[in-house]
Antibody, heavy 120, light 102 residues
Framework: EVQMVESGGGLVQPGGSLRLSCAAS????????MSWVRQTPGKGLEWVAN????????NYVDSVKGRFTISRDNTKNSVYLQMNSLRADDTAVYHC?????????????WGRGTLVTVSS | DIQMTQSPSSLSASVGDRVTITCQAS??????LNWYQQKPGKAPKLLIY???NLEKGVPSRFSGSGSGTHFTLTIISLQPEDIGTYYC?????FGPGTKVEI
């Protein structure tokens, strides 16, 4: 069974940092692009970043460029999101998701997410 | 940047009704449009990819169509378990969502 489990969320002060982790299982992790998508409580979805199978290509939404870094470790079947200089508007549930092969970023499996709250 | 709009923002329909949700892109995106269903407290679920391809395991009452800038998601016979919010997505941009109620 394909599964993604996120961890690392929590309460952090504005300007602080957090590192999110996503542990994947049930598929050949090294052959898939992976994404992070966030959802503000009660609101919609926002794509945050994605990373190529081998980590050689990364993309970010403008609002997090220079502050967030996506990475992966294919030996651990894991993808990470390092979040620095956090702001109140980064508060959201962060999901990792797998990009369906041979599609333009259709996300075919999602984790349940981890909540990040940025507040003093 | 490409903008995605959806209409309606919410709808209420009866069991067995045909339901259509529209997604409009601000520029031509060819066939590269995906649809998701999200139920409260759950992660989104992929329903349709590349505008018209039904994801494995998704009931055949769901269908997608369109290309270019105009796309539709149709539920041919609404079921109680179909309540939730539906989102379209083009690469890094999601639409604002359509809430479906019975």
């Amino acid at each position: 069974e394909v599964q993604m489990v996120e961890s690392g969320g929590g309460l952090v002060q504005p300007g602080g940092s957090l590192r999110l982790s996503c542990a994947a299982s049930g598929f050949t992790f090294s052959t898939y692009w992976m994404s992070w998508v966030r959802q503000t409580p009660g609101k919609g979805l926002e794509w945050v970043a994605n990373i190529k199978e081998d980590g050689s290509d990364k993309n970010y939404v403008d609002s997090v460029k220079g502050r967030f870094t996506i990475s992966r470790d294919n030996t651990k079947n894991s993808v990470y999101l390092q979040m620095n200089s956090l702001r109140a508007d980064d508060t959201a549930v962060y999901h990792c998701a797998r990009e369906k092969l041979f599609t333009a970023s259709a996300l075919d499996s999602w984790g349940r997410g981890t909540l990040v709250t940025v507040s003093s | 940047d490409i903008q995605m709009t959806q209409s309606p923002s919410s709808l209420s329909a009866s069991v067995g009704d045909r339901v259509t949700i529209t997604c409009q892109a601000s520029q031509d995106i060819s066939k590269y449009l995906n649809w998701y269903q999200q139920k409260p407290g759950k992660a989104p679920k992929l329903l349709i990819y590349d505008a018209s391809n039904l994801e494995k395991g998704v009931p055949s009452r769901f269908s997608g169509s369109g290309s270019g800038t105009h796309f539709t998601l149709t539920i041919i016979s609404l079921q109680p378990e179909d309540i939730g919010t539906y989102y379209c997505q083009q690469y890094s941009t999601f639409g604002p969502g359509t809430k479906v109620e019975i």
